[in-house]
């Protein structure tokens, strides 16, 4: 201060980051080492790092693929709960992956679940993802979107949105399907490669973008900005003029 009070808004900031509207990014750590599974937690499916059976859909060999156990149950794999990102209340969340059926599978759908796990969503949700039709419904819950696109080669692209219940961990499943029964007699010849899974903050699935270990904010995106809080002020005229 020289003369007068200062007040100033505060702005906590990487000053090599900046948030835009256009906001990108992936809050999962780990979004193509999926049979990690000190980060992924396997329910009765086998899991293949970085197979070389097919290719993914940006032309490398980093699918994984996954194949169901004998079990007569359900077979499907989620996201480590301790390790999760903390998803905050009321915000809206999109959650998508790349998924292609193995050879000989063309019986197999898969859907994506919403788990009332911590309360993070509300209430439980399922969508059905149908691969010959390229379609979607949501067969429990009423989620805020979901969609499916096709994106060549086999490969397709599905996700839902839904606004966040707690601000907590949550817990989200890609669940296998006989065709649409969720518990059945597994076949250990038969799943998906999966590739690409990504949650972000908004309404509709964004770029993809791989993540090793930590979450990816883009250009234009930082996981800082304004402070909104009490003033803090200085009310001393002359604050390094003792005379």
């Known amino acids: 201060t020289e003369g007068s009070a200062v007040y100033a808004a505060r702005l906590d ?16 750590l780990y979004s193509e080492v999926l049979a990690d599974t000190t980060y992924w937690t396997f329910f009765r499916v086998t899991g293949n790092s970085n197979t070389s059976d097919t290719t993914a859909p940006d032309g490398t060999n980093t699918a994984e693929r996954f194949l169901e156990t004998g079990a007569n149950n359900t077979h499907y794999f989620q996201n480590d709960l301790d390790e999760a990102p903390y998803i905050t209340k009321g915000k809206s969340y ?19 679940e919403l788990f009332t796990t911590n309360d993070a969503f509300d209430p439980y949700s399922v969508v059905r993802f149908d691969l010959d039709a390229v ?56 799943g998906f490669y999966i590739w690409g899974i990504q949650l972000e903050v908004g309404t509709s ?23 909104i809080e009490e003033a803090r002020t200085n009310l001393i005229p002359h604050s ?3 005379d």
Request: aromatic residues 10%; without cysteine.
């Open 94 to 112: 999109t959650y998508s992956a790349y998924v292609k059926r193995v050879a000989g599978s063309d019986d197999r759908n898969i859907n994506i």
């Open 13 to 28: 900031h990487d000053p090599t980051w900046f948030k835009s509207a256009a906001q990108e990014q992936n809050l999962l």
């Open 240 to 242: 390094e003029e003792f």
């Open 205 to 227: 699935p964004g770029t993809y973008h791989r993540t090793e270990g930590a979450p990816y904010y883009g250009e234009g995106a930082t996981p800082k900005g304004l402070l």
């Open 135 to 190: 379609s979607s419904s949501a067969s429990t819950g009423s989620p805020d979107d979901h969609s499916i696109t096709d994106e060549g080669d086999g490969w397709f692209r599905v996700s839902v949105t839904e606004a966040a219940n707690k601000t907590t961990r949550p817990a989200i499943a890609l669940v296998f399907t006989d065709g649409t029964t969720r518990s059945y007699a597994g076949d250990t010849s038969k």
